[in-house]
């Protein structure tokens, strides 16, 4: 049976950066990931909008991007819209994750494709992982497998509650450079929002890509009644309706996002990472850079508490060098979050704020 010194599932983001840190500090890493990783693959329901830094941090080459974005637009439905500046790129997932799954296997991790895994059980001093074609042992294990985290399933860890849980449908629409230039503008991404008339806790947007329009929608998944319907409602507002004439449908998509955290996010050299901790901005619903932070960050624990020899601190340590780095703001905005999407007052209220300062400035300096 090969053994590992630690086995990533899941290559997504956060599984990605967690396998190549672990592979560069010289741990015998394997990342195992159930789909074929190609930017021919699978596709992922994304609306793929990262922030420029994070594109000079991964040195992300310019023509893998999608789209140079300058700014967003903030519609609301009672017709007041309300705009940001701020630089970022919208990418296509399949090209994203390829890129960075990459980054880990230069480092020297072992990817298995098509493998996922399909039990996980604790043995004395490690974990024995079954895939669909192999059983292997792992002292670690980083669940990086995403909102439904089966890893985490399979050890019993408890789920997201539902008001922690998104339910977004995505829809890729093919249409031409010219009809997006003219309807969204050549640079700009769209978000609609509207409590009382569209989304109860949450909100759509429309995301352009090189000829494509991204268009998604997410509402907190208990609040909702018919999900179809409440789509096609925000397809039909006229600036939305207009800019997918003559679009040609090419997927449509549900997924979740987790807006909440999991209860615990370390237990017994078992890490969780990215959305399947639920380390996700809850509201924006930003997940990539948070997914790649935490994949690094749990290697980085196991790296530190190894040479202090003090292995008992792994989860304290976990936590604690999350909540540094950027936790204690996402736990703080979940707890906002309630608060802005009390009304439609406090949510304009917000929406006006943000076109000026950064969500997170607003919640840590209170300013509503
Ligand atoms: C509609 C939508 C729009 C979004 N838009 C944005 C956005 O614009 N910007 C942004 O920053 N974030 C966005 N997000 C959030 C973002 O997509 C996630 O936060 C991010 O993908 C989390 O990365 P991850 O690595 O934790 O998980 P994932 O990207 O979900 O990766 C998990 C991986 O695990 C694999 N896997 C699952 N089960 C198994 C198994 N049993 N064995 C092996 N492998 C397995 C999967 O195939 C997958 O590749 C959006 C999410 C949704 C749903």
């Given at each position: 049976?090969?053994?590992?010194?630690i086995?990533?599932v899941g290559?997504?983001?956060g599984?990605?950066?967690?396998?190549?840190?672990?592979?560069?500090?010289g741990?015998?890493?394997?990342?195992?990931?159930?789909?074929?990783?190609s930017?021919?693959?699978?596709?992922?329901?994304?609306?793929g909008?990262?922030?420029?830094?994070?594109?000079?941090e991964i040195?992300?080459?310019?023509e893998?991007?999608?789209r140079?974005?300058?700014?967003?637009?903030?519609?609301?439905?009672?017709?007041?819209?309300f705009?940001k500046?701020?630089?970022?790129?919208?990418?296509w997932?399949?090209?994203?994750?390829?890129?960075?799954?990459?980054?880990?296997?230069d480092?020297?991790a072992?990817?298995?494709?098509?493998e996922?895994?399909?039990?996980?059980?604790?043995?004395?001093?490690?974990?024995?992982v079954t895939?669909k074609?192999?059983?292997?042992?792992?002292?670690?294990l980083?669940?990086?497998?995403?909102?439904?985290?089966?890893?985490l399933k399979?050890?019993?860890?408890?789920?997201?509650?539902?008001?922690?849980?998104?339910?977004?449908?995505?829809?890729e629409?093919?249409?031409?450079?010219?009809?997006?230039?003219?309807?969204?503008?050549?640079?700009?991404v769209?978000?609609?929002?509207?409590?009382k008339?569209?989304?109860a806790?949450?909100?759509?947007?429309?995301?352009?890509?090189?000829?494509n329009i991204?268009?998604?929608w997410?509402?907190?998944?208990?609040?909702i009644k018919?999900?179809?319907?409440?789509f096609?409602?925000?397809?039909?507002l006229?600036f939305?309706?207009?800019?997918?004439?003559?679009?040609?449908?090419?997927?449509?998509q549900?997924?979740l996002?987790?807006?909440?955290l999991r209860l615990?996010?370390?237990?017994?050299?078992?890490?969780?990472v990215?959305?399947?901790?639920?380390?996700?901005?809850?509201?924006?619903?930003?997940g990539?850079?948070?997914?790649?932070?935490?994949?690094?960050?749990?290697?980085?624990?196991?790296?530190?508490?190894?040479?202090?020899?003090?292995?008992?601190?792994l989860?304290?340590?976990?936590?604690?060098?999350l909540?540094?780095?950027?936790?204690?703001?996402l736990?703080?905005?979940?707890e906002?979050?309630?608060?802005?999407?009390q009304?439609?007052?406090?949510?304009?209220?917000?929406?006006s704020l943000w076109?000026?300062?950064?969500?997170?400035?607003?919640v840590?300096?209170?300013?509503m």
């Open positions: 049976m090969k053994e590992y010194d086995i990533v290559a997504g983001p599984g990605s950066f967690a396998a190549k840190t672990a592979a560069e500090n741990y015998n890493t394997c990342l195992l990931e159930k789909e074929n990783v930017v021919n693959g699978r596709y992922k329901a994304c609306g909008a990262i922030a420029w830094e994070l594109v000079e040195d992300y080459p310019e893998k991007i999608s140079i974005i300058e700014s967003l637009e903030l519609h609301h439905t009672d017709g007041e819209v705009s500046k701020g630089k970022g790129a919208v990418i997932r399949n090209v994203f994750d390829k890129f960075l799954t990459d980054m880990a296997i480092s020297g072992k990817l298995k494709e098509q996922p895994l399909i039990s996980v059980k604790k043995l004395k001093n490690h974990y024995q895939t074609n192999y059983t292997y042992l792992t002292k670690y980083i669940a990086a497998d995403g909102v439904t985290s089966f890893t399979t050890l019993k860890w408890p789920y997201f509650s539902s008001k922690d849980l998104i339910l977004t449908v995505t829809q629409m093919k249409t031409t450079k010219s009809k997006i230039k003219q309807d969204l503008g050549e640079d700009t769209h978000l609609f929002f509207g409590i008339d569209l989304i806790v949450g909100y759509a947007w429309l995301f352009p890509k090189a000829e991204t268009v998604g997410g509402n907190q998944i208990n609040l018919n999900s179809r319907e409440e096609k409602k925000f397809t039909s006229p939305v309706a207009k800019s997918l004439i003559n679009s040609e449908m090419k997927v449509f549900p997924h996002i987790p807006v909440g615990q996010l370390y237990n017994d050299n078992v890490f969780a990215g959305d399947a901790g639920g380390i996700v901005d809850p509201i924006s619903g930003k990539i850079p948070y997914a790649m932070m935490s994949g690094k960050f749990a290697i980085d624990t196991i790296n530190t508490c190894e040479k202090k020899d003090r292995l008992d601190k989860g304290i340590t976990y936590e604690k060098t909540d540094r780095n950027f936790l204690k703001v736990k703080l905005k979940r906002f979050r309630d608060r802005i999407f009304n439609d007052e406090s949510l304009k209220k917000f929406l076109e000026n300062h950064r969500s997170s400035e607003i840590v300096r209170k300013l």
